[in-house]
């Protein structure tokens, strides 16, 4: 079966410092990966997506950036950290254009 | 292009009593359908989905959904709340197809009064 895994569960942070969160998943091949972020109260923002190793679409301009080294491996990263990035941030997988599976996400507080 | 709203943001219920969450989309070609739900500090998890096929879809935990392409609507149902349905649900609508990009909903939150 497939298993997403998300780390850090939580994470506190000083402005301006770098962030680099992980996602892995497991039991499947090729998957298309997510992530997105959730601030407060408020709904699911879909920050980057991709289809392959590589392979990296921004949805929305902004102080992150993703990578993909391997193929089920999905990474969030930023140089410096702004408090507007705070929130909880949310990795997810898919295959073939059905539904998506989430990770159990990372709360990040950026002071 | 797609959009996904859910009308009311808040909605309270009592123990028992029917629960109706109502979700409207717009999508040019025949749509995808979900529901998700969200505990706190916890990630998505999936209720329910519609692709092809029967519009009454059943679901996880007693919920389900119908899908009526004239009104373009996905609402959610559950005959009788439970204290433990209190959480956050999403609607989201996909066109499916190699890239699955699926829109969200803004998200309705569900509290059971006992």
């Known amino acids: 079966s497939q298993t997403i895994h998300q780390w850090p569960a939580t994470l506190v942070q000083p402005v301006g410092s770098p962030l680099s969160l992980e996602c892995t998943v497991e039991?499947?091949?090729?998957?298309?990966l997510y992530w997105y972020r959730q601030a407060a109260g408020r709904g699911l923002q879909l920050l980057f997506y991709?289809?392959?190793?590589?392979?990296i679409s921004s949805e929305v301009p902004q102080n992150l950036s993703a990578s993909r080294p391997q193929d089920r491996q999905f990474i969030l990263s930023s140089k410096k950290l702004l408090l507007s990035d705070s929130g909880f941030y949310l990795c997810?997988?898919?295959?073939?254009?059905?539904?998506?599976?989430f990770g159990p996400g990372t709360r990040l507080t950026v002071l | 292009a797609q959009s996904v709203t859910q009308l009311g943001s808040h909605v309270s219920v009592s123990e028992g009593a029917l629960v109706l969450l109502r979700c409207n989309y717009s999508?040019?070609?025949?749509?995808?359908l979900f529901w998700y739900v969200q505990y706190p500090n916890q990630g998505l998890q999936l209720l329910l989905k519609?692709?092809?096929?029967?519009?009454l879809v059943k679901g996880i935990n007693g919920f389900e959904a119908e899908f009526k392409k004239s009104e373009t609507s996905f609402h959610l149902t559950k005959p009788s709340a439970h204290m433990s349905d209190a959480a956050e649900y999403f609607c989201?609508?996909?066109?499916?197809?190699?890239?699955?990009?699926?829109?969200f909903g803004p998200g309705t939150s569900l509290s059971v009064i006992p």
């Open positions: 519609y692709t092809t096929g029967a519009t």
């Open positions: 991709s289809v392959g190793i590589g392979q």
């Open positions: 997810a997988w898919s295959v073939a254009g059905v539904e998506q599976f």
């Open positions: 999508s040019s070609v025949p749509p995808y």
């Open positions: 989201a609508v996909s066109e499916g197809g190699s890239y699955d990009k699926v829109i």
């Open positions: 039991g499947t091949s090729n998957p298309n």
